[in-house]
């Protein structure tokens, strides 16, 4: 994964692992990942739960507990991320990078009025005083398109819609102006009207801040419809990595065969009514015990001998497009 | 607001159910009346699949919640296999519910922690008298066979041993133990990832096929629900708007709030999304709904009439129903609409 470009990378992440120990074992939650996020471009990053795409995102943050072992490189604009002092990424966090989470009810503080937490998200990292702190906390509230945001000021938590909450999430985060912003599952709880509505938020922001996003999803619709690159990770490793344009729609060309599992399990508007949806068996492996061999093996309608073997490296097989298979689909379609 | 479409009895008709929650202000006082279901009438044909999809906070899951008489609704009648069940009390109401079970969306929710999910499968046996020991052991078995799950390897497991795929497995297991007619699910495939849900959904089917049940089928998201239904309802503030076949439905959508829901889903399509916002804001509260069309405020056809009338459900295609007084089958309105402009609706 090295020898990228570095002309406008925001983020670039090399080799990137994370381990925990767990009852003497270990478990390799994210196996040498590495991807390049520029500013203004959209990176999303999809698979199941369990597949390390959050754990990997909380590593570059530096929002692992203790016990978790990180190696490999991500560089913050030319800075090295791992192997910072907690002190040092504090600094990072906010300024540089900041993080909203699936469920806004939970990450906002229910005791404390929402202005009062956006205004502590910015004394936090800035100098500035207390008149001008709240000033600022409106303007986010305005920049989030909150309306009434003196009013809403004010307002606790469990006063405001989920989609609102979310809104608050994110002028947090925005509170310093970040250069990149990960949305980890951000819309997943929201309702589908809601979710193009955050959505639509984020690309806005994203167009007038200039910011580098990452969405880490399980839903590869929101993907297609909203990143200019996908990685697909499965069982802690990158499995296919390419342009959305180039994945989805008419002519796209998926070729790992997990990619297209998940890709044709999303219930289909254009699919008949009961028709059975095609299903891979099983459920990821255990992480404490992987197989020999392509992790998604076990799983696989095209498994042969070679992939139990040895594990198939993840290469660059056409301009732009990773995958880690011998048995690649043919013209995005599983034979 | 649902025509019967059928000479055969229906399994299941509700008729103007209603159910509304006081919310208390500070000390206790009256604070409002939460309309959370306000009259809405449907009939489930044995075998047949009723989706309901809205946004949270619609009615949806009260709506199943009121269909189970838990609680009881305000008013209105459900019907189940020949008997009223809002009058029914007690065992009476045990016995005529016996044959409507349900499942939920988080499956650790709803079982026991402490429960081996051989007990837990055999619970409603148990319950309902149904059989001895070694009879309900075998079907326990058979349950768990069904529902793809190894008896020799799970029987004895704990929940929490259990991945959500094969804990939502067991709560299916258990809610078919009884030989239901009908299977209400609120959102019971939402909590499961993509691959899990596909394997759950498809055991939905097999069970439709294979023992004749009929489903109440109720979660946000609207490809999933289209996937399982004949019949999709479309509910917003506690009422329905569009009732129709699946196909008609969303094919040639009636309602202006069906059509915003379809364009608001992410499709595979690589920026596809960066259209899809064609309602603003968010569902007002249901303790104090619009006068007149409930989604007249968020609606881009809005006119003077919306707020004044009720618009009452018309058929305008054989079994497919519409609560609107500017569908889409007719052009825009013409008059000043007076909801704020919005951005076109054509998808």
């Known amino acids: 994964m090295s020898g990228l470009p570095a002309t406008d990378a925001l983020l670039v992440v090399e080799d990137l692992r994370v381990a925990f120990a767990a009852g003497g074992r270990e478990v390799r939650a994210v196996d040498g990942v590495g991807y390049q996020v520029d500013a203004g471009r959209t990176l999303a990053i999809i698979g199941e739960s369990g597949s390390g795409k959050t754990v990997g995102c909380r590593a570059i943050m530096g929002l692992l507990p203790g016990n978790a072992a990180i190696s490999g490189s991500a560089r913050l604009r030319g800075t090295e991320m791992i192997g910072l002092s907690d002190s040092e990424l504090r600094r990072h966090r906010g300024q540089d990078m900041a993080m909203i989470f699936q469920d806004p009810a939970r990450s906002l503080n229910p005791t404390m009025r929402v202005g009062a937490q956006i205004t502590e998200a910015i004394t936090t990292h800035r100098k500035v005083s207390k008149s001008e702190a709240r000033a600022q906390a409106i303007e986010l509230l305005r920049l989030v398109r909150i309306p009434a945001a003196e009013r809403r000021f004010h307002d606790y938590p469990h006063q405001l819609s989920g989609g609102m909450r979310q809104r608050i999430m994110i002028a947090m985060a925005l509170a310093c102006r970040p250069k990149l912003l990960i949305a980890d599952e951000a819309t997943t709880a929201l309702d589908v009207t809601t979710q193009a509505q955050i959505m639509e938020l984020l690309l806005e922001l994203q167009a007038e801040l200039g910011m580098g996003l990452i969405l880490i999803s399980h839903d590869l619709g929101l993907a297609a419809s909203y990143a200019d690159e996908v990685v697909v990770m499965y069982a802690g490793k990158i499995v296919e990595q390419a342009p959305a344009k180039r994945l989805f729609g008419a002519g796209g060309t998926v070729k790992m065969r997990y990619t297209r599992a998940l890709l044709d399990a999303i219930p289909l508007l254009e699919r008949p009514a009961h028709a059975d949806l095609p299903v891979v068996g099983g459920r990821p492996p255990d992480p404490t015990a992987l197989p020999v061999g392509c992790s998604f093996a076990p799983r696989c309608p095209a498994v042969e001998d070679d992939c139990r073997a040895k594990e198939p490296a993840l290469a660059e097989h056409a301009a732009g497009h990773r995958w880690a298979c011998y048995h690649p689909c043919e013209n995005g379609v599983s034979a | ?347």
């Open chain 2, 1 to 347: 607001m649902s025509a019967p479409t059928s000479a055969t009895e229906p399994l299941l008709s509700v008729r103007d159910l209603v159910q509304e929650f006081v919310v208390r202000g500070a000390g206790g006082t009256k604070g409002g009346v939460v309309q959370a279901v306000s009259g809405v009438s449907f009939d489930i044909m044995p075998g047949e699949t009723l989706g309901i999809v809205g946004e949270t906070g619609s009615g949806k899951s009260t709506l199943a919640r009121a269909v189970l008489q838990a609680p009881h609704p305000k008013s209105g009648s459900v019907t189940f296999r020949g008997a009223d069940l809002t009058q029914l009390r007690g065992a009476k109401l045990l016995q005529a519910r016996r044959h409507m079970q349900f499942v939920w969306q988080d499956p650790f929710g709803s079982l026991d922690p402490k429960w081996r999910v051989r007990s837990i499968v055999e619970e409603p046996l148990i319950a309902y008298k149904d059989g001895d020991r070694a009879a309900r052991r075998k079907r326990v078995d058979e349950l768990l066979d069904l529902v793809g799950l190894d008896p020799e390897r799970y029987a004895s497991r704990h929940p929490r041993e259990l991945s959500g795929g094969q804990a939502q497995r067991v709560a299916i297991a258990r809610a078919v133990a009884l030989n239901p007619s009908l299977l209400i699910c609120d959102e019971a495939v939402s909590s499961l990832d993509v691959l899990i849900q596909a394997q759950v959904l498809n055991l939905f089917e097999r069970l439709r096929r294979e023992l004749g049940l009929s489903y109440l089928f109720i979660a946000h998201d609207l490809a999933l629900v289209k996937q399982v239904s004949d019949r999709v309802g479309v509910m917003y503030l506690g009422m329905f708007c569009e009732v129709g076949p699946g196909e008609l439905v969303y094919k040639q959508p009636l309602h202006p709030y069906t059509r915003a829901l379809l364009d608001s889903i992410p499709s595979t399509e690589p920026g596809a999304g960066r259209a899809t916002v064609t309602i603003k804001g968010e569902p007002p509260s249901p303790i104090d709904p619009p006068s007149g069309c409930r989604f007249r405020t968020r609606c881009p056809r809005a006119t003077d009439q919306c707020a004044l009338e009720v618009p009452p459900p018309r058929e305008l295609a054989p079994g497919h129903l519409v609560a609107c007084h500017h569908p889409l089958t007719e052009p825009a309105p013409a008059e000043t609409p007076s909801a704020p402009a919005t951005a076109p609706a054509q998808g």
